[in-house]
């Protein structure tokens, strides 16, 4: 209790006091509000969002991403578009002092006709958890330099904040997005597929807008991970072109941290953060029964321990409950699989991409349901995650507009507006949650709610620990709920 402050229970009781009602109603919302959005274009080649670093083979496309299973390592990533020069990433807590040195690899790679640049990992391990860490890159006479911060240690009261992105292209809509994330104060994001969205273009240009969109992003993938999962738009199958290996340019460029957590593949993998436990699903891989990805998953939920990380989060891109036109039904073989899964360990939230809207459920379940018998419809479900899409990152399909009428009574609510979320995680009880409106350009927090944790919250034992927390704040103060 010791590492939590009086205000803290104070802000997290006066939100869920603005946000009740959000669990009382049955009927959800369908926002009414018109965006005035920019044209849903590519920002031209020639923007300075899209500004090549100054210098002769300059690194450039700088991301980075956790890089073990519990966050004391990070891979950090770039290219040098002209020769290979040095892997060598140079670091330490001091600014401009950096102790130690670490070594990753290079390659590059053929899409039709376009040759990638050389394109870094570089795995910086052993590092030391709640620490700001500076960091150099360089090639020849030019040299670039950063810094990240490791998340706190592995800790059921551990507070985080977790940005959520997904379907962002590189339009000015995906600016908004982006500048306002950057301002969130969010430590990672956490993003849902669908990167560049240079599967639009044809030919050597698909290579190109993979390297655009690598330096559109670098003034927030230099600085903290964003955790990747893969979307419908990193399969890049272009037969015509003589490219049939799915996900060849985004496993090239995008690493992810799988052999950690016992994954057979980049595309599912696991990670511990703060006090999460964060599981990433492929939408486009197979997951029926006896595949890797079931297997993985089956023996993944396994090893999940509430004590330690009491959040247990899923990302994947296809939303298993939607009620929009656009990709209406497309999650319901995942559901069919791994709902039950889900509901069974009580995962606290799901989040998901791919329809260019925002949704929220309330918590539901369709596992009674078996094709011959049990009840056909979603039902509210105590054990069962919440259920979020924000596949509205701002990319150059556009939004979604069409919802289905009437609104199913497991949408809470929905609004076709381009943004994005932040789940703030306060303690092993509670996070507070919001998805921010990019209105005209301005962020605007439009859903807010307090998220109330599955496994804290349900076992009466720990009830009566939480509510030894509560009175132990303030003497004589509210009541726990």
């Given at each position: 209790?010791?590492?939590?402050?009086v205000m803290n229970h104070l802000v997290i009781?006066?939100?869920?006091?603005?946000?009740?009602?959000?669990?009382?109603?049955d009927a959800g919302v369908t926002s009414s509000?018109?965006?005035?959005?920019?044209?849903?274009?590519?920002?031209?080649?020639?923007?300075?969002?899209?500004?090549?670093?100054?210098?002769?083979?300059?690194?450039?496309?700088?991301?980075?991403?956790?890089?073990?299973?519990?966050?004391?390592?990070?891979?950090?990533?770039?290219?040098?578009?002209?020769?290979?020069?040095?892997?060598?990433?140079?670091?330490?807590?001091?600014?401009?002092?950096?102790?130690?040195?670490?070594?990753?690899?290079?390659?590059?790679?053929?899409?039709?006709?376009?040759?990638?640049?050389?394109?870094?990992?570089?795995?910086?391990?052993?590092?030391?958890?709640?620490?700001?860490?500076?960091?150099?890159?360089?090639?020849?006479?030019?040299?670039?330099?950063?810094?990240?911060?490791?998340?706190?240690?592995?800790?059921?009261?551990?507070?985080?904040?977790?940005?959520?992105?997904?379907?962002?292209?590189?339009?000015?809509?995906?600016?908004?997005?982006?500048?306002?994330?950057?301002?969130?104060?969010?430590?990672?994001?956490?993003?849902?597929?669908?990167?560049?969205?240079?599967?639009?273009?044809?030919?050597?240009?698909?290579?190109?807008?993979w390297d655009s969109w690598g330096r559109f992003?670098?003034?927030?993938?230099?600085?903290?991970?964003?955790?990747?999962?893969?979307?419908?738009?990193?399969?890049?199958?272009?037969?015509?072109?003589?490219?049939?290996?799915?996900?060849?340019?985004?496993?090239?460029?995008?690493?992810?941290?799988?052999?950690?957590?016992?994954?057979?593949?980049?595309?599912?993998?696991?990670?511990?953060?703060?006090?999460?436990?964060?599981?990433?699903?492929?939408?486009?891989?197979?997951?029926?029964?006896?595949?890797?990805?079931?297997?993985?998953?089956?023996?993944?939920?396994?090893?999940?321990?509430?004590?330690?990380?009491?959040?247990?989060?899923?990302?994947?891109?296809?939303?298993?409950?939607?009620?929009?036109?656009?990709?209406?039904?497309?999650?319901?073989?995942?559901?069919?699989?791994?709902?039950?899964?889900?509901?069974?360990?009580?995962?606290?939230?799901?989040?998901?991409?791919?329809?260019?809207?925002?949704?929220?459920?309330?918590?539901?379940?369709?596992?009674?349901?078996?094709?011959?018998?049990?009840?056909?419809?979603?039902?509210?479900?105590?054990?069962?995650?919440?259920?979020?899409?924000?596949?509205?990152?701002?990319?150059?399909?556009?939004?979604?507009?069409?919802?289905?009428?009437?609104?199913?009574?497991?949408?809470?609510?929905?609004?076709?507006?381009?943004?994005?979320?932040?789940?703030?995680?306060?303690?092993?009880?509670?996070?507070?949650?919001?998805?921010?409106?990019?209105?005209?350009?301005?962020?605007?927090?439009?859903?807010?709610?307090?998220?109330?944790?599955?496994?804290?919250?349900?076992?009466?034992?720990?009830?009566?620990?939480?509510?030894?927390?509560?009175?132990?704040?303030?003497?004589?103060?509210?009541?726990?709920?």
């Open positions: 209790m010791g590492r939590f402050s009781f006066s939100v869920f006091l603005s946000s009740v009602l959000l669990y009382r109603g509000f018109i965006r005035s959005e920019w044209p849903a274009v590519d920002i031209p080649l020639d923007h300075h969002v899209f500004k090549i670093p100054k210098g002769y083979n300059a690194p450039q496309q700088v991301h980075i991403t956790q890089g073990d299973y519990d966050g004391k390592a990070v891979i950090i990533s770039w290219v040098t578009p002209d020769e290979p020069g040095s892997s060598k990433v140079y670091y330490g807590a001091v600014q401009g002092k950096y102790e130690f040195v670490a070594e990753g690899t290079y390659h590059n790679y053929t899409f039709y006709k376009y040759k990638s640049g050389f394109i870094h990992h570089c795995l910086v391990s052993g590092l030391e958890h709640d620490t700001k860490y500076y960091y150099k890159i360089e090639s020849g006479e030019s040299s670039r330099e950063f810094w990240f911060v490791t998340p706190p240690e592995i800790h059921p009261d551990a507070s985080y904040k977790f940005g959520i992105i997904g379907d962002m292209g590189q339009t000015f809509n995906s600016l908004s997005t982006l500048e306002h994330y950057m301002q969130s104060g969010a430590q990672a994001v956490l993003f849902l597929g669908d990167l560049s969205y240079a599967d639009r273009y044809q030919y050597n240009d698909v290579g190109v807008r992003v670098e003034p927030s993938t230099a600085y903290q991970p964003w955790l990747w999962s893969a979307g419908n738009h990193e399969v890049d199958y272009m037969p015509y072109m003589g490219e049939v290996t799915p996900f060849r340019n985004y496993l090239q460029r995008y690493t992810t941290p799988y052999l950690a957590s016992k994954s057979s593949s980049p595309l599912w993998y696991a990670i511990r953060r703060a006090s999460a436990h964060i599981i990433v699903l492929s939408s486009y891989s197979p997951f029926v029964k006896y595949t890797p990805q079931w297997h993985w998953l089956s023996e993944e939920l396994k090893r999940v321990d509430r004590e330690k990380t009491p959040w247990l989060i899923v990302l994947m891109h296809v939303p298993i409950y939607n009620s929009n036109e656009a990709h209406f039904m497309e999650g319901e073989s995942m559901r069919a699989v791994f709902e039950e899964w889900f509901v069974e360990h009580k995962v606290d939230v799901i989040f998901a991409g791919h329809v260019h809207a925002y949704e929220r459920s309330y918590r539901i379940s369709n596992v009674r349901y078996n094709v011959s018998s049990g009840d056909r419809f979603p039902v509210p479900d105590k054990s069962a995650p919440v259920y979020i899409t924000v596949g509205d990152g701002g990319n150059q399909e556009g939004l979604a507009g069409r919802f289905r009428e009437p609104q199913p009574d497991y949408s809470a609510f929905r609004e076709a507006s381009y943004g994005h979320s932040t789940l703030e995680i306060k303690n092993r009880t509670h996070a507070i949650y919001h998805w921010n409106r990019n209105d005209d350009g301005k962020k605007v927090a439009t859903d807010e709610f307090v998220l109330h944790n599955q496994y804290w919250g349900k076992n009466i034992r720990r009830r009566k620990l939480k509510k030894h927390y509560i009175k132990s704040v303030v003497a004589g103060g509210w009541i726990a709920t």
